[in-house]
């Protein structure tokens, strides 16, 4: 067996793992981005209530409201200063701390590097086929 033979072998299994875990990735990641819709940068003025901490922000030609949890408290600073959190442009009085969720975003980035992987692998994997 030639070296070209085997990189032809190791191209065919990388794409297979490539095109096999990334692309379904990817695309479940595109399309729960899609789903979620853009968000959309507000001030958000954090306020103490009794035993709560609330969230107020204008959006929509509205005001809303919720609880923060601690996470979101203690991730900060734990000032009471305006801080700038992100509202979904569907449906206004959801709250978010982050431009993107992180979770869909790592997949995004891991389904996409898999594809591009598994890509270049297909390429490899036809290079018996061009030198033989």
């Known amino acids: 067996m030639s ?4 990189l032809g072998m190791v191209g065919e299994i990388l794409s297979w793992i490539g095109l096999g875990i990334g692309l379904p990735l990817w695309i479940v990641a595109l399309l729960v981005r899609a789903g979620d819709g853009r968000w959309l940068p507000v001030d958000v003025v954090v306020v103490p209530e009794g035993d709560r901490i609330l969230a107020r922000w204008f959006a ?3 005001t809303h409201e919720r ?3 601690a996470r979101e408290f203690h991730g900060a600073d734990r000032s009471m200063e ?3 959190g992100f509202v979904s442009e569907k449906r206004p009085s959801r709250l978010r701390f982050e431009a993107r969720r992180p979770v869909v975003h790592e997949c995004f980035v891991i389904g996409f590097t898999l594809t591009i992987i598994g890509v270049l692998s297909l390429l490899l994997s036809f290079l018996p086929m061009i030198v033989g």
Do not use: I
Not at 3 to 6: E, K, L, S
């Open 3 to 6: 070296v070209v033979d085997t």
């Open 60 to 62: 929509a030609g509205e």
């Open 67 to 69: 609880p923060l949890t």
């Open 82 to 84: 305006p801080r700038t």
